[in-house]
């Protein structure tokens, strides 16, 4: 398993960061990902076609 670890000083509020970040909903920013999808409250399904055809 590939593992990388980047640190950056991001000048935005640290709460707005931590939303993008980790709502399913908002994943543009994640080029690995071509879909999500809500099942439930703690539930979702991200598809990982994209980051699977570049290995």
Do not use: C, P
């Not at 990388?4 to 543009?28: G, P, R």
């Amino acid at each position: 398993m590939a593992v990388s670890n980047i640190k950056a000083i991001l000048q935005y509020d640290i709460h707005k960061v931590w939303e993008v970040t980790t709502t399913v909903e908002q994943y543009t920013w994640r080029s690995d990902l071509g879909r999500t999808e809500v099942l439930s409250e703690k539930q979702f399904v991200a598809d990982l076609e994209k980051a699977l055809h570049d290995l």
